[in-house]
């Protein structure tokens, strides 16, 4: 492989890693101004990240479908959406740390209620964003579009 060849290749794994970076400061952004406008006491639903966790599981769904079935679509923005938007938005840990000060709380339904709803609720999730995506796709295609 020659230098230039090297260097190029290079730059656009830079660039992807600056598509995730910015993307995931936006979906970070959009869960954390979530978080703190919807505070909730330990023995209380979190609804605010089970939202933004189904929300960014739909999404995902949709814009990872999507962006397979489009070959001319710029190389960054996968990276930028699915892992950057969605890694960002979506929430593993604090899922966790809900869970833990739910079980403090001796909330124990609570904590099993909304650990199998996340759950469940991200499954339906990402397949409805899938399923979206195709029928988006479908519908251009018979219209003649892309």
Same mark, same amino acid.
């Given at each position: 492989?020659?230098?230039?060849?090297?260097?190029?290749?290079?730059?656009?794994?830079?660039?992807?890693?600056?598509?995730?970076?910015?993307?995931?400061?936006? =979906? $970070? +952004?959009?869960?954390?101004?979530? %978080?703190?406008?919807?505070?909730?006491? /330990? @023995?209380?639903? *979190?609804?605010?990240?089970?939202?933004?966790?189904?929300? =960014? $599981? +739909?999404?995902?769904?949709?814009? %990872?479908?999507?962006?397979?079935?489009? /070959? @001319?679509?710029? *190389?960054?923005?996968?990276?930028?959406?699915?892992?950057?938007?969605?890694?960002?938005?979506?929430?593993? %840990?604090?899922?966790?740390?809900?869970?833990?000060?739910?079980?403090?709380?001796?909330?124990?339904?609570?904590?099993?209620?909304?650990?199998?709803?996340?759950?469940?609720?991200?499954?339906?999730?990402?397949?409805?964003?899938?399923?979206?995506?195709?029928?988006?796709?479908?519908?251009?295609?018979?219209?003649?579009?892309?």
């Amino acid at each position: 492989m020659s230098i230039e060849q090297t260097v190029a290749r290079e730059a656009r794994r830079h660039h992807v890693l600056i598509a995730v970076f910015c993307g995931g400061a936006l =979906g $970070t +952004l959009a869960r954390a101004a979530s %978080s703190s406008t919807f505070s909730h006491a /330990p @023995d209380r639903w *979190p609804w605010a990240t089970l939202a933004v966790n189904v929300v =960014g $599981t +739909l999404l995902l769904g949709w814009w %990872s479908t999507r962006l397979m079935r489009s /070959p @001319d679509v710029d *190389p960054r923005l996968r990276p930028f959406l699915a892992t950057g938007i969605c890694g960002g938005l979506t929430t593993f %840990s604090t899922l966790q740390i809900e869970l833990v000060l739910m079980l403090d709380a001796h909330a124990y339904a609570l904590a099993t209620g909304y650990a199998a709803t996340t759950i469940v609720l991200g499954l339906v999730a990402i397949v409805a964003g899938q399923q979206a995506a195709h029928a988006h796709h479908r519908r251009q295609r018979r219209s003649g579009r892309r």
